[in-house]
C-alpha cells in the first residue's frame, strides 16, 4: 500500500493513522515525516507540537540520527513553537555539534558522506552544480563537508612539515658554515 499524496496536505487524523499504520505503507519517509510537520500549513501550532511528540515517540533512533543526516530539519521539529534568543539558538546548534560528533563516533562509520552532506550545496543560487552528488575527499565537498572542531588539519600538518625541514635545513648550513669558518 502507498501513501498516495504528499505528507504535508494531510489532516492531523491522517497523520496520526499514517504514524500508527506505517509499517503497512511501502513509500512511507521518516524524513519526509519531521520535514512536513514544519512545512505543513493544514495545521495548528498544537497539533504541530502534538504530532512531533507522537512522531519522536514512534521514530525515536530515526529523530536522534536526523541531528546528523539533516540538522536544519532536526532544529525546525524540535524548535516548533518556541521563542529561541539568538543564544538559545546558538546553544541549540552547539549541543547539535556535539551530539552530531557523538552519533559519528557511536556508529563508527569511516565516511561523512550521508544526508545533507552527500550534496553540493555551496549558498549561492546561481551555482549549476546545486543538488549534484558529490564524492568523498572531492574539492567539492569541502564546502558542505562535515566537520568537528577536533578533526585535524591535514594542510596545518603539511605546512608544518615543511616549516620542519627548511628549519632543520637551515640549521644544517648553519652549523656547516660555523665548523668551515673555525
Known amino acids: 500500500m502507498k501513501v498516495g499524496k504528499p505528507f504535508s496536505t494531510l489532516s492531523y487524523g491522517e497523520y496520526l493513522h499514517l504514524i500508527e499504520n506505517h509499517k503497512k505503507f511501502t513509500d512511507f519517509n521518516t524524513l519526509g ?3 512536513s510537520i514544519v512545512e505543513t500549513t493544514k495545521l495548528s501550532l498544537e497539533q504541530k507540537v502534538a504530532l512531533r511528540q507522537v512522531a519522536i515517540a514512534a521514530f525515536p533512533k530515526t529523530f536522534d540520527f536526523l541531528q546528523l543526516k539533516d540538522p536544519q530539519t532536526y532544529f525546525a521539529v524540535n524548535t516548533l513553537g518556541q521563542q529561541l534568543t539568538k543564544a538559545d539558538e546558538d546553544q541549540a546548534w552547539e549541543n ?4 552530531q560528533q557523538k552519533i559519528w563516533k557511536s556508529k563508527r562509520l569511516n565516511h561523512r558522506n550521508f544526508g545533507i552532506y552527500s550534496k553540493h550545496l555551496c549558498g549561492y543560487d546561481t551555482c549549476h552544480l546545486n543538488g549534484v552528488m558529490i564524492r568523498q575527499g572531492s574539492p567539492l565537498a569541502e564546502i558542505g563537508d562535515l566537520w568537528f572542531f577536533t578533526d585535524s588539519n ?4 603539511q605546512l608544518k612539515a615543511e616549516r620542519h625541514k627548511r628549519e632543520s635545513r637551515s640549521q644544517r648550513q648553519l652549523i656547516a ?3 668551515n669558518e673555525e
Do not use: G, P, W
Open 154 to 157: 591535514s594542510y596545518a600538518k
Open 33 to 35: 515525516l519531521f520535514r
Open 96 to 99: 547539535i555539534r556535539t551530539n
Open 177 to 179: 658554515q660555523r665548523i
